[in-house]
């Protein structure tokens, strides 16, 4: 009696002996398996549908850009990421009728700039320019080694280099080497079959890696524009966006602010690689290109404002293990995003 009692409290089924039935575990494991195939239907179901949505919005002679950046804003299937970033960007037009055009007269375009720079050989380069892209790259997602293959390296230099000659205002300044590698990583994706940090580069062609180039080119110019004053001399754009963000942590989590400033904590210390970098240097590479699905899906002002405050819920997330945290260990946590600090 005490046994079959102590089953109902606990839930458990006892058989006479005090343990629980084959047919019981049977079930269970049973119901199990049957809920997590409905959720996995369900979501393959919502996928399903999310990707037509996509396809109809793409195979419309005149693509509603509105429509496509509301849709987008939740995450793009990776098997049409690539086009749909080209048409966010604006580097694609919306017609179909002159997409192809335009991706022919831009890529031969960005080959013109190569064979201008590249030559005539590396000894024609501005030296100094080049020898800090190369090393900057070298230093690039260190654990991927997709980013340590000399071929993908090269490739990534070239767009660099053509960008900082033709951008003299700004000229190259660490942390565009981050910045290229998720429309990079996008575009090459498109040319190779399953995980890309796994291709077989051999299976990807001179000319496909030149469109890949000249596809992340022109897409970084065009996110560079919209934010080239983070760049420029003396950075203003950044220093805006670190006293944009101090003044929004202040009304949201004054609490947090105040700890802060109490601990000696400047903003600058943590957040200018957080607005030089956009967070890649505390996200995985993975999680950058989702995370720009809903920046593009922003428009114009996805990787300056809407990057903002994503800065602010990043350091809110953490606002509780923060205040417990004096000046060293608390600007070590959000220099580095470190998990085990702010566990």
Known sequence: MNIMRKSAETGGTLSRKGTVSKADLAAEKTKNEEAAMMADIAKLNSMSIRFTKFKTLLDMPVIDLEQLRKLSWAGIPEEIRSTVWKLLMGYLPSSADRREATLQRKRKEYEEYVAQSFGRGKATLDQALYHQIHIDVHRTHANIPLYQTPRIQEALERVLYCWAIRHPASGYVQGINDLVTPFFHVFLQSYTKGDVEKADLDQVSPEMLMEVEADSFWCLTKLLDGIQDNYTHAQPGIQRQINRLKELINRI?????????????????????????????????????????????????GFSDFHLYVCAAFLVKWTEQLKKLEFQVCLKAMDHASPHVLK
């Open 253 to 301: 989590d004054a609490r947090l602010y105040s700890h802060l400033q109490a601990q000696g904590v400047e903003f600058i210390q943590f957040a200018f690689r957080w607005m030089n970098c956009l967070l890649m240097r505390e996200l995985s590479l993975r999680n950058t290109i989702r995370m720009w699905d809903s920046y593009q899906a922003e428009g114009t002002d």
